[in-house]
């Protein structure tokens, strides 16, 4: 039975050992970097014909014999024999494969929200200034502000995601809303914060909701753009405030007198009318 | 001798706003996969992925569904500052 080159296919000859895989070196070295090729995530199948043709690890009887020509050439004249020998210099693997190029593909929402970050609206110097002056009056309330923000926006989007959300809920998030947009807070940063108008829009549309829904629960989708906006404001907020439970947060920072003194007078009145 | 093919399998938890663009990939790249678990609630699945070791580019694969779950976890749940927590994938292929 005769036995074949593992590379080219070409039969050995009889001269040749009998464990011998390949006919020659460049055999060798070819399946060599084929099969490294393959580990590496490209088949020998990306080998074009023509390609394996002008391989130069194939090395023809005709280059053996120019080269041989060059060599000898260029022992007498340097110059002739650099440019023989560039004719015939041995190619790099990477130059005579052609790989097929995977063509990355692009999210239509993470594209969108990557432009709303860098390029529409950037708040990153206005909270830099206040992480780097924490002591100013103005950094105090924009934290404060921020941490009630980024858990309104927070819960926005969780609800937006769900099948049905119960009214009453809606309730909650347009009262904090309400509470934070007429916080005294707020109204001494309202003129410079970022988001001022993102959280008077929110009150809004939220104020709306809660209104006219009758229903016990629905859906709260939200739109494309808003969601966007709403993303990548709450990517910002992350920077300067840490993450709050709604039920964790006072909305409001109005002082009341405190229920049980108030609860002490009545008992205290209507014990003497009593008497 | 052995002809079974090799796999090697990955599952990834993927949101809903960028569910079409992963499938896209395996559907374009016709990787097997199985669908493990739905999240109504979070909006989420839990996508089984069996990436052939012999296919070609099956790296470049991985790395473009591993790029855009990075980026969307990295908008959606972390801060500009959080950006040294990821990886430097510059996104390039690899062969």
């Known amino acids: 039975m005769e036995k074949k080159c593992a590379y080219c296919d070409k039969v050995l000859g009889d001269y040749l050992r009998t464990t011998k895989k390949y006919c020659n070196d460049s055999c060798k070295q070819m399946a060599y970097y084929a099969r490294q090729n393959e580990t590496m995530g490209i088949t020998s199948t990306s080998f074009t014909e023509e390609e394996d043709a002008s391989s130069s690890f194939a090395v023809s009887s005709e280059a053996m014999e120019n080269e041989a020509d060059s060599i000898s050439s260029s022992s007498f004249e340097l110059d002739v024999g650099d440019k023989d020998e560039e004719k015939n210099v041995v190619a790099p693997i990477s130059d005579t494969i052609k790989r097929p190029k995977y063509e990355y593909h692009s999210s239509a929402f993470i594209d969108a929200l990557t432009n709303a970050i860098q390029v529409q609206f950037n708040p990153s110097d206005y909270f830099d200034y206040c992480l780097k002056n924490p002591r100013l009056e103005v950094s105090k309330h924009c934290f404060w502000v921020s941490v009630r923000l980024r858990c309104l926006i927070e819960n926005i989007i969780r609800l937006s995601r ?86 964790q947060l006072v909305f409001s920072d109005i002082v009341e007198p405190p229920k049980e003194k108030k609860k002490k007078k009545k008992d205290k009145d209507q014990a003497e009318e009593s008497d | 001798m052995n002809t079974e093919r090799k796999y090697l399998e990955k599952s990834y938890t993927i949101s809903t706003d960028i569910l079409f663009d992963i499938l896209k990939i395996v559907l374009k790249n016709e990787l097997p996969n199985n669908i493990e678990s739905v999240n109504v609630r979070e909006s989420t699945l839990l996508l089984k992925i069996k990436f052939p070791s012999d296919q070609p580019s099956i790296k470049s694969i991985k790395n473009d569904i591993e790029i855009l779950l990075e980026d969307y976890d990295f908008f959606a749940n972390h801060s500009p500052k959080d950006i040294h927590k990821f990886s430097t994938n510059t996104g390039e292929a690899e062969y």
């Open chain 1, 162 to 247: 769900y099948r049905t959300v119960p009214v009453s809920i809606f309730k909650q998030l347009a009262q904090a809303t309400n509470q934070l947009c007429s916080s005294n807070t707020f109204l001494l940063v309202c003129n410079s914060y970022p988001y001022a108008d993102l959280l008077i829009h929110l009150r809004t549309s939220l104020d709306e909701l809660a209104k006219t829904q009758l229903t016990v629960s629905m859906r709260y989708p939200l739109e494309f753009g808003k969601k966007i906006e709403l993303m990548a404001a709450r990517h910002y907020i992350g920077d300067i405030a840490p993450r709050l439970l709604f039920s």
